[in-house]
């Protein structure tokens, strides 16, 4: 006879598939906006874009074009830092085309190897009790961030999930598990690399774990003791070089070689005066509070912004004394682990505080411009899971302990297992079924202008194996223009662009050679200038069978202008 596995045995596998379903939900909602329609628009296609030149003669060195261009006294366009998020699209992207498929395969991927970072280190640090946690409170975020920052090759979605890479695979350096050094690296570089308004919080979190691993390693010698070898640190730094290394090479070659684009960065000062840590605090508020910050969307701090454009904020009392309690909680409870020498749960305490500090210092030094302050928010998010995970984690440790003297291990175990996997199912189950569908991301109203623009490029480009040219007008919507050169692209055709998205589109790749037969133009007017003839329009009011099921979305629609696309043939 078969013997039967012990309870707890099959409550660990239980974990651990469900811990396999949250890590793979990423995937899930990249197939269903893969199979419902999706298409790159906007900055998502910017992404699309310029990755699809990685494996040219003369891949991207940099980032995207970055809105602090328009808030500093650079001398030139700025980018942000670093391309290793193109890098890492560019293979399933041409892999997967002519189908759009592979931006979103790719990007789910990313997102799904920085949650299982995470799994793995609270796994490594305290085992069931604080990886069971530490599911739950992943799958609330995904639940409530969102299924587009799931998959979306998007600038600050990448970086958000890679944050939290970085304080997971943190987490576990500093309780001496110092091969996830690469990784923290690894994650830290493609966060910083595609938002550079992650720089802050990653350097005070990165700079905590050190700090705290120094202080570790001499209390090991100290006491005699300690289980990093000298040929093991060998190894740990090689590789930690080699990452390094290979994660820079591209904004490092443009540094000494090319357009100096990191020092730009640093040095361009702002045009006006810092928003100040009045914003900060409004931002620490809104984190602490409850519910998290993280468990919805948008703000909920009253903004106004005043005729000459900067603004100011004003914090309800309500959300003040709710985050002053959970702060009074946060202390409390990270002396009390520090006093107990529970080190997994202190050394996460102060990733946690790191993360605040980071994000708190990044927001004061803001300009004070609305524009320049969104991509900030998302590295709150990322702060404020970890904030409220801290707790959770205590109370979850506590818990365990406390009734493990007075209950046997495999049914306490084999309860909370069951009703943990339950939740997180649950959760995961309904956010993927309500949030799939593309036609919930922000510009999908653009979707039907970029399938039926598309068609028509599509057709010229077949007649120009040399290539055609992409420009717009002035009043051109460019989230659907670029939008047309990723699509294009994707299909297979060598697509170059005009001066007005040089910026937007920075690759040499797209440079015009002058023996472009076609010109294919966006606007939004009906009259087309000289020697340009209209081909196709797309009204938003009527929209084209190309949209493809999304129903629904057009509700607010027309007031939206009406797009045009016209040719000219040289």
Same mark, same amino acid.
């Given at each position: 006879?078969?013997?039967?596995?012990?309870?707890?045995?099959?409550?660990?596998?239980?974990?651990? =598939?469900?811990?396999?379903?949250?890590?793979?939900?990423?995937?899930? #909602?990249?197939?269903?906006?893969?199979?419902?329609?999706?298409?790159?628009?906007?900055?998502?296609? #910017?992404?699309?874009?310029?990755?699809?030149?990685?494996?040219?003669?003369?891949?991207?060195?940099?980032?995207?074009?970055?809105?602090?261009?328009?808030?500093?006294?650079?001398?030139?366009?700025?980018?942000?830092?670093?391309?290793?998020?193109?890098?890492?699209?560019?293979?399933?992207?041409?892999?997967?085309?002519?189908?759009?498929?592979?931006?979103?395969?790719?990007?789910?991927?990313?997102?799904?190897?920085?949650?299982?970072?995470?799994?793995?280190?609270?796994?490594?640090?305290?085992?069931?009790?604080?990886?069971?946690?530490?599911?739950?409170?992943?799958?609330?975020?995904?639940? +409530?961030?969102?299924?587009?920052?799931?998959?979306?090759?998007?600038?600050?979605?990448?970086?958000?999930?890679?944050?939290?890479?970085?304080?997971?695979?943190?987490?576990?350096? =500093?309780?001496?598990?110092?091969?996830?050094?690469?990784?923290?690296?690894?994650?830290?570089?493609?966060?910083?690399?595609?938002?550079?308004?992650?720089?802050?919080?990653?350097?005070?979190?990165?700079?905590?774990?050190?700090?705290?691993?120094?202080?570790?390693?001499?209390?090991?010698?100290?006491?005699?003791?300690?289980?990093?070898?000298?040929?093991?640190?060998?190894?740990?730094?090689?590789?930690?070089?080699?990452?390094?290394?290979?994660?820079?090479?591209?904004?490092?070659?443009?540094?000494?070689?090319?357009?100096?684009?990191? !020092?730009?960065?640093?040095?361009?000062?702002?045009?006006?005066?810092?928003?100040?840590?009045?914003? +900060?605090?409004?931002?620490?508020?809104?984190?602490?509070?409850?519910?998290?910050? !993280?468990?919805?969307?948008?703000?909920?701090?009253?903004?106004?912004?005043? +005729?000459?454009?900067?603004?100011?904020?004003?914090?309800?009392?309500?959300?003040?004394?709710?985050?002053?309690?959970?702060?009074?909680?946060?202390?409390?409870?990270?002396? !009390?682990?520090?006093?107990?020498?529970?080190?997994?749960?202190?050394?996460?305490?102060?990733?946690?505080?790191?993360?605040?500090?980071?994000?708190?210092?990044?927001?004061?030094?803001?300009?004070?411009?609305?524009?320049?302050?969104?991509?900030?928010?998302?590295?709150?998010?990322?702060?404020?899971?970890?904030?409220?995970?801290?707790?959770?984690?205590?109370?979850?440790?506590?818990?365990?302990?406390?009734?493990?003297?007075?209950?046997?291990?495999?049914?306490?175990?084999?309860?909370?297992?069951? #009703?943990?996997?339950?939740?997180?199912?649950?959760?995961?189950?309904?956010?993927?079924?309500?949030?799939?569908?593309?036609?919930?991301?922000?510009?999908?109203?653009?979707?039907?202008?970029?399938?039926?623009?598309?068609?028509?490029?599509?057709?010229?480009?077949?007649?120009?194996?040399?290539?055609?040219?992409?420009?717009?007008?002035?009043?051109?919507?460019?989230?659907?223009?670029?939008?047309?050169?990723?699509?294009?692209?994707?299909?297979?055709?060598?697509?170059?662009?005009?001066?007005?998205?040089?910026?937007?589109?920075?690759?040499?790749?797209?440079?015009?050679?002058?023996?472009?037969?076609?010109?294919?133009?966006?606007?939004?007017?009906?009259?087309?200038?000289?020697?340009?003839?209209?081909?196709?329009?797309?009204?938003?009011?009527?929209?084209?069978?190309?949209?493809?099921?999304?129903?629904?979305?057009?509700?607010?629609?027309?007031?939206?202008?009406?797009?045009?696309?016209?040719?000219?043939?040289?």
């Amino acid at each position: 006879m078969k013997e039967r596995l012990p309870t707890d045995t099959w409550v660990r596998r239980g974990t651990v =598939v469900v811990a396999c379903s949250v890590i793979a939900s990423p995937l899930v #909602a990249a197939v269903v906006a893969w199979r419902k329609g999706w298409m790159p628009v906007g900055d998502e296609a #910017a992404a699309v874009a310029q990755s699809w030149g990685t494996l040219s003669t003369k891949p991207p060195l940099l980032g995207l074009y970055s809105t602090v261009s328009g808030v500093t006294d650079a001398s030139q366009t700025l980018y942000h830092p670093g391309p290793m998020q193109l890098w890492l699209i560019a293979g399933p992207l041409r892999l997967f085309a002519p189908s759009n498929g592979g931006a979103l395969i790719a990007s789910a991927l990313l997102v799904g190897a920085s949650v299982a970072v995470v799994f793995l280190a609270a796994w490594r640090c305290g085992g069931l009790r604080l990886l069971v946690p530490s599911i739950v409170m992943v799958a609330c975020f995904i639940a +409530a961030i969102g299924a587009q920052f799931l998959r979306a090759p998007y600038l600050d979605a990448a970086s958000m999930f890679m944050m939290l890479g970085v304080v997971g695979a943190g987490w576990a350096v =500093v309780n001496r598990d110092d091969w996830f050094w690469p990784v923290a690296l690894a994650c830290a570089t493609i966060s910083v690399q595609a938002e550079v308004a992650f720089s802050a919080p990653i350097a005070a979190i990165v700079f905590a774990i050190a700090i705290t691993r120094t202080v570790t390693c001499l209390r090991d010698r100290r006491a005699g003791g300690g289980r990093t070898t000298r040929r093991r640190s060998v190894s740990i730094l090689v590789t930690t070089v080699v990452v390094a290394l290979a994660c820079w090479s591209g904004p490092l070659y443009d540094q000494f070689f090319g357009t100096g684009n990191l !020092w730009q960065l640093l040095s361009a000062g702002a045009k006006g005066d810092a928003v100040g840590p009045g914003w +900060a605090m409004n931002r620490l508020v809104d984190t602490l509070a409850f519910p998290p910050a !993280w468990t919805h969307r948008g703000l909920r701090i009253d903004g106004e912004v005043l +005729a000459n454009g900067q603004a100011v904020w004003h914090t309800p009392a309500s959300q003040a004394s709710g985050a002053a309690i959970f702060a009074a909680v946060f202390v409390a409870m990270l002396i !009390w682990c520090v006093r107990r020498r529970n080190r997994p749960l202190a050394t996460f305490g102060l990733i946690a505080l790191a993360g605040l500090a980071g994000a708190f210092g990044a927001s004061s030094a803001m300009p004070n411009d609305p524009i320049s302050l969104i991509g900030h928010n998302r590295a709150w998010l990322v702060a404020g899971l970890a904030a409220w995970s801290f707790p959770v984690l205590v109370l979850s440790d506590w818990a365990v302990r406390t009734v493990r003297e007075r209950v046997p291990s495999p049914v306490v175990w084999a309860t909370a297992g069951s #009703a943990i996997a339950g939740v997180a199912t649950l959760v995961l189950v309904g956010s993927m079924l309500a949030a799939s569908s593309p036609a919930n991301d922000q510009n999908s109203s653009s979707y039907g202008a970029v399938a039926q623009f598309s068609d028509v490029g599509r057709n010229y480009c077949r007649k120009a194996p040399e290539g055609v040219r992409v420009t717009q007008d002035g009043y051109g919507n460019t989230l659907i223009t670029v939008g047309l050169v990723a699509q294009l692209q994707i299909e297979g055709c060598t697509v170059h662009v005009g001066r007005d998205l040089s910026s937007t589109l920075s690759g040499a790749w797209f440079r015009p050679t002058g023996n472009e037969r076609y010109t294919l133009r966006v606007s939004s007017s009906a009259t087309s200038s000289r020697g340009f003839r209209r081909v196709s329009a797309y009204d938003s009011s009527s929209p084209p069978a190309a949209y493809r099921g999304f129903d629904g979305v057009y509700s607010g629609m027309p007031l939206s202008e009406p797009q045009y696309l016209s040719v000219r043939e040289r």
